[in-house]
Antibody, heavy 113, light 107 residues
Framework: EVQLVESGGGLVQPGGSLRLSCATS????????MNWVRQAPGKGLEWVSS??????YYGDAMKGRFTISRDNANNSLSLHMNSLRIEDTAVYYC?????????WGQGTLVSVS | EMVMTQSPVTLSVSPGEGATLSCRAS??????LAWYQQKPGQPPRLLIY???TRATDIPARFTGSGSGTDFTLTISSLQSEDFAVYYC?????????FGQGTKVEIK
């Protein structure tokens, strides 16, 4: 069974930093592209970042502040977030895929206040 | 940035009836479009990719169609578990973008 489990969320002050992790199992992690998607409270989905075959992409609001990385040896995905803003408050999901995201974690809540 | 616009914002439907959800892209995304379903407190679930291909274990009552800029998700005979929010997403260009969602509620 494919599983993605996020961790690392919490309460942080504006300007602070946080590192999110996504532990995966049940599939060959190194063979899949991975993504972060966020959802502010009561709002829609917002794509954050993707890592695809070594190429990395970020949403405009995240460029220069967020860093995505992966550890294929440990089947994990990370998101380092710096200079956090109040508007970064959201549930952050990791998701697998390129042509549609076919597996998602339950998300981890980041609150910037 | 590719803007994805979904309509309507809310759709009120009686169980057993059909529903048609629309998604329009500001530029052509070819067939690089996915549909997701999200229920409260849950992550999204992939329904459709490639504009019309059902994802694994998705019931046949969900049908995706369209290409270019105009797309449709049709749900035939809504079941109780289908009342949720639906999002479209383009993966034709960067940044990836989602529509704002259509809430399908019980009439």
């Amino acid at each position: 069974e494919v599983q993605l489990v996020e961790s690392g969320g919490g309460l942080v002050q504006p300007g602070g930093s946080l590192r999110l992790s996504c532990a995966t199992s049940g599939f060959t992690f190194s063979g899949h592209s991975m993504n972060w998607v966020r959802q502010a409270p009561g709002k829609g989905l917002e794509w954050v970042s993707s890592i695809i075959s070594g190429y990395i992409y970020y949403g405009d609001a995240m460029k220069g502040r967020f860093t995505i990385s992966r550890d294929n040896a440990n089947n994990s995905l990370s998101l380092h977030m710096n200079s956090l803003r109040i508007e970064d408050t959201a549930v952050y999901y990791c998701a697998r895929g390129v042509t549609g995201y076919d597996s998602w974690g339950q998300g981890t809540l980041v609150s910037v206040s | 940035e590719m803007v994805m616009t979904q309509s309507p914002v809310t759709l009120s439907v009686s169980p057993g009836e059909g529903a048609t959800l629309s998604c329009r892209a500001s530029q052509s995304v070819s067939s690089n479009l996915a549909w997701y379903q999200q229920k409260p407190g849950q992550p999204p679930r992939l329904l459709i990719y490639g504009a019309s291909t059902r994802a694994t274990d998705i019931p046949a009552r969900f049908t995706g169609s369209g290409s270019g800029t105009d797309f449709t998700l049709t749900i035939s005979s809504l079941q109780s578990e289908d009342f949720a929010v639906y999002y479209c997403q383009q993966y034709n260009s960067w940044p990836r973008t989602f529509g704002q969602g259509t809430k399908v509620e019980i009439k």
